[in-house]
């Protein structure tokens, strides 16, 4: 007699992290995140749990709501990674994820140069991962990720192969989590260097000492749309980088690019880049502080037709919002006063706690500082692979302004 074939394992069985009444109308609404404050730490005290231990968070009824990762050291105490109970937080399901999120960057990008990974966004809370080529760089910004670090290199090499994984886990996020920031070769032996092109163009960047995942994805599409607004025109590229505003800038027929940046390394690499792109002969570098360069640019009176603003975040948390938002009102009004009649402005903020109107609205009030008038021409935000997530704001960081900026 044929001996029946075995029947599938059930999915484990995690322990519950159960919620306080009426706390998960959210989370039924599509939110991933379960906050310190929602949970019944009657039921299930949250100090019984290890960081990063996989749960089954669940309804003040036990009805399960999903499977995800508890850390209760963090304010964002549980993240949901799966709805359905038949497939939970594990390997398998993460190496679904990451070829689901392959599959939509080879229909949006001709070469392996994406963010293939974007948390939130990729149903993937707390995984962030960069493709250059055959060399990954990834974060793991939570705890529960960085449990599963090797259920996330294995689910790597299982989708891609890599020739090497990088682990950039020196995001200041980790901090928020308990977690510390260090930098690392998780698997081969990566280059010193990647290349990345981007219609068209070729950067050389590094893998361990750039900044954050070495190069900044999510400004893809903006940059293109300085095709209209920089042939012919004198360009100045503050927070330059490794040149990827003024490079292009060039490329697009610009007469001359100044790349301002504060570090030495990355305006190293901004002229190797410019020459291998062959428009070295109009790309000039200068190290300053930003605020100091474009106070010593106003005095030479110094004018530009077309100024880039990308700087980082100066509103990282709430409470750094009003200093932050001054420094972004200041920076954009001294970036005015060197701008020549009817130049363009090209501004920037990756802050998420600073929204697209207050964004707008701050801008103005920097040119009616210094008697301007704005006419605002096209908006941006970020490129496709780093996709928003419609239940969670956080996701929609990016915002990019296209102004017109005259004289009163």
Request: with cysteine; charged share 30%; aromatic share 6%.
């Amino acid at each position: 007699m044929s001996t029946p074939a075995p029947s599938a394992a059930p999915p484990p069985r995690f322990r519950p992290l159960r919620l306080r009444p009426r706390e998960e109308r959210r989370i039924r609404a599509g939110h991933p995140w379960v906050y310190s404050n929602e949970v019944d730490t009657r039921a299930t005290p949250l100090t019984a749990f290890e960081p990063g231990e996989p749960v089954e968070v669940q309804a003040a009824d036990g009805r399960f709501l999903g499977t995800g990762y508890v850390n209760p050291h963090s304010l964002i105490c549980a993240r949901i990674a799966s709805r359905d109970r038949r497939h939970p937080f594990s390997r398998s399901l993460i190496v679904h994820r990451l070829k689901v999120a392959l599959g939509l960057r080879e229909r949006l990008f001709e070469g392996p140069w994406y963010r293939l990974a974007h948390a939130e966004g990729d149903r993937l809370p707390g995984l962030v991962v960069d493709r250059y080529g055959e060399v990954l760089v990834a974060q793991l910004n939570t705890a529960g990720m960085e449990r599963a670090r090797e259920d996330v290199l294995g689910a790597l090499d299982k989708v891609l192969r890599p020739r090497a994984v990088v682990l950039r886990n020196d995001s200041p996020v980790r901090e928020l989590e308990g977690l510390p920031r260090t930098v690392e070769v998780a698997r081969g032996e990566p280059p010193a260097e990647v290349e990345v092109e981007e219609a068209g163009l070729r950067f050389r960047v590094p893998l361990l000492g750039g900044q954050k995942t070495g190069w900044f994805y999510d400004q893809r599409d903006n940059r293109l749309r300085l095709a209209r607004y920089a042939r012919g025109a004198r360009v100045l590229d503050l927070f330059s980088y490794a040149g990827g505003w003024g490079i292009r800038a060039a490329a697009c027929g610009a007469e001359s690019v100044l790349c301002v940046d504060s570090s030495e390394a990355a305006l190293a690499r901004v002229a190797e880049n410019a020459r291998l792109n062959g428009v070295d002969g109009r790309v000039r570098t200068l190290r300053a502080d930003a605020f100091e360069a474009l106070a010593a640019l106003r005095a030479e009176r110094a004018r530009f037709d077309l100024v880039v603003l990308d700087p980082p975040a100066f509103v990282r948390r709430r409470r750094d919002l009003k200093a932050g938002l001054e420094a972004y009102r200041r920076l954009n009004r001294m970036a005015m006063q060197v701008l020549a009649k009817d130049g363009f402005l090209v501004t920037c903020s990756c802050s998420f706690h600073l929204d697209r109107a207050r964004f707008l609205a701050l801008v103005h009030e920097a040119a009616r500082h210094v008697d301007r008038n704005l006419q605002l021409l096209e908006r941006g935000h970020q490129a496709p692979d780093h996709p928003v997530h419609p239940a969670v704001p956080e996701t929609d960081y990016l915002k990019c302004l296209v102004l017109r900026v005259s004289l009163a």
